[in-house]
């Protein structure tokens, strides 16, 4: 069995536990309903794409999602092996170009099943001319599953555009730009490789964001009812200050700077006009002074605009 090499920066940013240094250059981060969302979508991909290679290729094969990372391009490529297959694709109607990434003795094996052959180990060449319409042949009908997977998050309509070989020659995106990178644990016979998935992080985001199926287990929707009751109830128990104030008035600097105790200011409220209930300077609700006992109070009605359809109505 052969294991495409992947560079240990990959490997080890995997098996690193604890907590996780924070980037400034992306500070948009999928979220956990997104990449569930991307998981779905990605395992159904999977499973049909394994399905499509059994019966394309004859031999008996297999492909599972293992991981959805966010990443930075630069990082993407430097994680790839070189030699590599990459095709270059467009999601219409999506923007922006996504790339799929099969290591390079998987493709071979790919090959050598369609031609009849048994598989085993193959050389690391360029592929010929007989070869390459084949590999094209195998990667449009795995775009076609990719289609199939994404088919309840939006229409897809997946296109070849090119193959690459080496990632480091191929500028599909600037190198700080965030992307998605889904990968996959392809079998293919006696070969096992794993495959990416690399999507802009500007193209699937909007997608993900007009995406309303989020699955819950049980324990997590009690826990986020849980937590709903809570913020209900912090907030209805929350004190906040309430003023009732009349309409204000307009006055020159020199008159309120000889403002004296007992002098008197005309606010020029009308008489039929309530006083507005407000919170931070939001009127929410009007009312008519009063008092309850000793203290001052007021008693909240009708706004002016509620009220003057009715009393236009009984004249």
């Known amino acids: 069995m052969t294991t495409a090499s992947r560079t240990p920066g990959r490997i080890s940013r995997r098996g690193q536990g604890g907590p996780t240094a924070y980037d400034f250059r992306r500070p948009i981060k999928l979220s956990r309903e997104h990449v569930r969302t991307l998981q779905i979508a990605f395992e159904t991909y999977a499973r049909s794409c394994g399905t499509l290679l059994t019966t394309r290729l004859r031999a008996v094969s297999n492909v599972s999602l293992i991981s959805i990372e966010q990443l930075n ?86 296109k070849l555009k090119e193959i690459e070989y080496n990632a480091q020659f191929l500028r599909a995106h600037a190198p700080g730009d965030a992307v998605v990178v889904a990968s996959l644990e392809t079998k293919i016979g006696a070969e096992e490789c794993i495959s990416t998935i690399c999507l802009p992080f500007n193209m699937i985001l909007p997608v993900l964001s007009k995406t309303e199926t989020i699955v819950l287990s049980a324990a997590e929707r009690e826990e986020r009812d849980t937590s709903l009751r809570n913020l209900t109830a912090g907030l209805s128990a929350a004190p906040i200050d309430v003023a009732v104030r009349f309409q204000p008035i307009r006055m020159r600097t020199d008159d309120i700077v000889d403002l004296r105790p007992g002098d008197v200011v005309p606010l020029g409220h009308p008489t039929s006009r309530p006083l507005d209930v407000t919170v931070n300077e939001i009127v929410f609700a009007h009312a008519v002074p009063g008092n309850q006992g000793a203290r001052l109070a007021c008693l909240v009605v009708p706004s002016p605009q509620e009220s003057s359809p009715k009393e236009s109505g009984r004249r």
């Open 73 to 158: 391009y630069d990082e993407y490529v430097a994680s790839l092996a070189n030699p590599t297959i990459i095709a270059v694709v467009s999601l219409d109607p999506l923007p922006g170009t996504a790339l799929l990434e099969i290591a390079q003795s998987a493709v071979m094996t790919a090959i050598d099943h369609m031609l009849g052959g048994p598989g085993g180990a193959q050389p690391e060449r360029p592929l010929t001319d007989v070869e390459m319409p084949l590999l094209r042949g195998l990667i449009e009908r795995m775009l076609g599953e990719l289609r199939y997977g994404f088919e309840s998050m939006v229409d897809l309509s997946p």
